[in-house]
């Protein structure tokens, strides 16, 4: 069975950073993808970022390409999010996500089979 929990949102004023955790369990993940996604009120969800675990290759849309760095960590089965210079549209529940496929053109949430349960990210002005 494949566990992802997130963990690091929370209350921030624009400008400031955070690190969202996602520690994953119950798959090989050294083969496969994974992203972050997110979901504001009223909205639907979006991509984020995506690594491919293998090789580090990642991938960002232009909304947040500069300002989020994701990486992972191969000993701890962990993938992080490191968000910098956050604004008010971040706001979000950040989810954490796995694709059986391999690739950073995996950018739809059809690509991803499992997920996180999310965690919550405020940015105040």
């Known amino acids: 069975q494949v566990q992802l929990v997130e963990s690091g949102g929370g209350l921030v004023q624009a400008g400031d950073s955070l690190r969202l955790s996602c520690a994953a369990s119950?798959?090989?993940?050294?083969?496969?993808?994974m992203g972050w996604f997110r979901q504001a009120p009223g909205k639907e969800r979006e991509f984020v970022a995506n690594?491919?675990?293998?090789?580090?290759?990642?991938y960002y849309p232009d909304s947040v390409k500069g300002r989020f760095t994701i990486s992972r960590d191969n000993a701890k089965n962990t993938v992080y999010l490191q968000m910098n210079s956050l604004k008010p549209e971040d706001t979000a529940v950040y989810y954490c996500?796995?694709?059986?496929?391999?690739?950073?053109?995996?950018?739809?949430?059809?690509?991803?089979?499992?997920w996180g349960q999310g965690t919550q990210v405020t940015v105040s002005s």
């Open positions: 996500a796995s694709s059986p496929f391999r690739g950073t053109a995996l950018r739809v949430l059809g690509a991803y089979d499992y």
């Open positions: 119950g798959r090989t993940f050294s083969s496969y993808t």
């Open positions: 690594i491919n675990w293998s090789d580090g290759s990642t």
